[in-house]
């Protein structure tokens, strides 16, 4: 999707025992199964704590970022609750999303992260009225102009999450430049008006000037109803995408590949590309935990 961004703009435990052995454990581990975008190949029914795959080549991976929500809060030193253009929340005006974001959304408990949408009107900062708000996370700045948390340049993410069910829901794991300014940008997953594919994209811009992107998709499979693993290889000379360890999607062209650092972002927007029906009021996105590795 285009973002657009500016100063004030648009702005459990089923903790794994062992998790951070396995993960260890497994960043040696090639990830198995043909890549085809769109071919709808059955995931292994598997307890979200064991389905990453860590990095699906071997090499001298570094666990980087590794967050699996221990606690009762949202760990400050590694996330903010909004964009870099927080300004009492934040939302993305040119995508026409129906939600403010507000730190009020964001709750971590027994090793989960859960982000809330609700209807309840909320007027925003920008002094226009959405009628939900809901909640996000970024390794991004706390307003225009801090510094961001943390950064990467290329790398292996992958997050464990669980979609809401309810029509209307724009949920998101995305990455966008230190720079604030699209494109580029990588969706490592996003859902538009199902729960049964998932999209992923690039974008970048023409030598023109004129913005392009890339798509692949995947499915169908009901994400909503457990854990899946999403991830991105993202290298020098290719971004991979995977879906509980298979490959989905593959870029190759060296234009279309980001060279920059980039921030990290999970997100629940609301009512892209159709707003939520009216029986509904609320809907939550689960995440177990999000890791980084880099070489």
């Known amino acids: 999707m285009t973002r657009k961004t500016g100063p004030g ?17 497994l960043l040696a581990l090639t990830a198995c199964g043909a890549p085809a975008a769109g071919t709808a190949t059955p995931s292994p029914t598997v307890p979200a704590a064991v389905t990453s795959s860590g990095p699906p080549d071997p090499g001298p991976w570094r666990l980087v970022l590794d967050d699996g929500f221990d606690g009762s809060e949202l760990d400050s030193a590694l996330w903010t609750t909004c964009y870099d253009w927080n300004k009492d929340g934040c939302t993305i005006s040119s995508n026409d999303e129906s939600q403010w974001y507000l730190p009020d959304q964001v709750s971590v408990d027994d090793g989960e992260l859960t982000l809330t949408a609700e209807r309840r009107e909320t007027r925003g900062s920008d002094d ?17 102009y801090g510094e961001p948390r943390r950064v990467f340049t290329y790398g292996y993410f992958e997050a464990s999450i669980r979609i809401p069910e309810e029509a209307g829901m724009f949920p998101a794991f995305w990455m966008m430049p230190e720079s604030r300014f699209t494109p580029p940008e990588v969706d490592i997953m996003e859902f538009l008006d199902s729960t049964t594919r998932v999209n992923m994209y690039v974008h970048w811009r023409e030598p023109d000037g004129e913005r392009a992107r890339a798509r692949g998709e995947y499915g169908p499979s009901d994400f909503s109803e457990r854990f899946h693993v999403f991830g991105l290889l993202w290298e020098r000379d290719a971004l991979v995408w995977y879906v509980d360890g298979v490959e989905r999607f593959r870029v190759t062209e060296p234009e279309r590949i980001p060279d920059m650092p980039m921030e990290v972002m999970v997100n629940l927007a609301v009512g892209v590309p159709e707003e939520p029906p009216e029986d509904v009021d609320e809907a939550v996105m689960r995440v177990d935990w999000v890791r980084v590795w880099q070489r």
């Open 9 to 25: 703009g648009p702005a459990r435990s089923r903790r794994r025992t062992a998790a951070l052995t396995l993960a260890s454990a």
């Open 128 to 144: 226009e009225t959405y009628p939900w708000r809901s909640g996000m996370i970024s390794t991004g700045r706390d307003q225009w």
